[in-house]
């Protein structure tokens, strides 16, 4: 089986090219996938597959080709993944599947419309991201407060005061289960100058990760909601480098290199 390893500001992926369904993708295979010592290592599985030929999403297929079967590290599936399809649209771009321009990808969150070039950054139009109300996050004897946001995925984003660098994010915060009943994405943020944020994210599925794009977009959101203006674009510094947030009043894009390093050939226990 074929595989090819790349990143989206250090949130990186396993993808696991296989255009006709054919690969049985258990939760087992995907944990042992993401393993970082005994597995290839990743915050998640990019499963390729063509739309018409996925059950779940073959409704999709007359909008978009391909469908981003995205699994956290832990096997669980998840509805989005900012980071995700920008290096599922570099994968399909680099492999010669799709041509550089506007590439409809399907996901279980819907169609996403993501912008690239031969090289360089890829951007994504992530759909309007709701505020759905105020929930709480514990996380060592701490409880902060942030905005229950839905991009197609569920976040919790905390504007703290406290330096985000300093949080303890070892272990899973703990969370309102009646408002989150399937999980949270739970993103710390510092608001650090004019549209500039510091963002760290501990996601659901797969722990605290170097980045994560539909979390930066939930924390640009969470830092505009403060300051009152809701549309332009933010800086959101994240562990693995560096994203652009457009809030616009429609939609909003995230933006931000893609990178594949390897690929190589997996020998399956
Ligand atoms: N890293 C992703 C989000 C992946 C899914 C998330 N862990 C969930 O379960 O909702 C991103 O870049 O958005």
Redesign the pocket.
Known sequence: MRFVKGH?TE?DFVILPDPDNEIDVTAAMVAALCERRAGIGG??VLHVVRTKLAPEVAHLAGEAEWFMD?R?ADG?M???????ARVFARYLVDSGLAQPGELPIATRGGVKLVRLGAEGDVTVDMGLPRILGESSATLGGHEYTGLHIDLG??HLACVVGDPVAQVDLTHQPGFDTTIFPT?V?VELVNAVGPRRAVMRVY????GE?R?????AVAAALAAAHLTGETTGSWAVEVPGGLLTVTLEAETSYLTGPAVLVAHGELVLP
Not at 78 to 84: H, I, T, V, W
Not at 203 to 206: P, Y
Request: glycine share 28%.
């Open positions: 989206g949130n915050d998640g995205y956290n669980s998840a509805e989005m993944c900012g980071n995700g995925n569920p999980g994405n996601e659901r599925g797969s990760t980045s994560c794009g539909t979390g």
